[in-house]
């Protein structure tokens, strides 16, 4: 049981450079989450997920894109990356259909954007 | 404003020393309320949380008060230890727009136990 797993770790992009990143779960929850981690900001969450085949814009979702085409997975796209999307992303999942209980991380990815 | 404002920002403690760490939400049919700490360079992990149903939970060193009249609620840990020191997040279900829950989390405390 992995739990939560992200890809890739790190990252480096250069502006205008697109790029996926992964996160999977193997807990067959349905709502999962990414956020941004940037310093004194908290998590910040980007785009979220329900169930499979749904998405929903959370905080800040500008220049992101999501799709949650399988349960156990959930993409987090960006078209043109720009030097303020520097950060550290996580996913995160949950289970019940309230989205009430306990989030599970996955160990984040480092993305830099010069 | 913030839906979860959090305080303070910087917490500073002698080793053996109570911490008290405060939040406020906006949203009165909030009803789950976790706290995450974070180590340097690791994921956020759940170490207690509470429901709108109760008002306080405990586990060994570490429990939360939750008042839902004043929409605050609070992390305490009893006898720091330096292995305490994080970040501290709380966290508060707030109602989406599509009629989820989806936690909302506060922009958390940097805990330092100074031995």
């Known amino acids: 049981n992995a739990g939560v797993t992200q890809t890739p770790k790190f990252r480096v992009l250069k502006t205008g450079q697109s790029m996926t990143l992964l996160c999977a779960q193997d807990?067959?929850?349905?709502?999962m989450y990414w956020y941004r981690q940037d310093p004194g900001m908290g998590l910040r969450l980007i785009h979220y997920?329900?169930?499979?085949?749904?998405?929903a814009k959370g905080e800040v979702p500008d220049g992101y894109n999501v799709s949650r085409l399988k349960k156990q997975n959930f993409l987090l796209g960006l078209e043109s990356a720009a030097p303020s999307q520097t950060s550290v992303y996580f996913c995160?999942?949950?289970?019940?259909?309230?989205?009430?209980?306990?989030?599970?991380f996955g160990p984040g990815t480092r993305l830099t954007v010069t | 404003g913030e839906n979860v404002e959090q305080h303070p920002s910087t917490l500073s403690v002698q080793e053996g020393d109570s911490a008290v760490i405060k939040c406020t939400y906006s949203?009165?049919?909030?009803?789950?309320f976790p706290w995450y700490k974070q180590e340097l360079g690791k994921r956020p992990q759940l170490i207690i949380d509470?429901?709108?149903?109760?008002g306080e939970k405990k586990d060994q060193r570490i429990a939360v008060t939750l008042n839902k009249t004043a929409k605050h609620f609070s992390l305490h840990i009893t006898e720091t230890q330096p292995e305490d020191s994080a970040v501290y997040f709380c966290?508060?279900?707030?109602?989406?727009?599509?009629?989820?829950?989806?936690?909302?989390f506060g922009r958390g405390t940097s805990l330092i136990v100074h031995p």
């Open positions: 966290a508060a279900s707030i109602r989406a727009s599509g009629g989820s829950y989806i936690p909302t």
């Open positions: 807990m067959n929850h349905e709502y």
């Open positions: 995160a999942s949950s289970s019940t259909s309230r989205g009430a209980y306990e989030q599970y």
């Open positions: 509470i429901r709108s149903n109760v």
């Open positions: 949203d009165s049919a909030s009803n789950y």
């Open positions: 997920s329900v169930g499979e085949g749904t998405t």
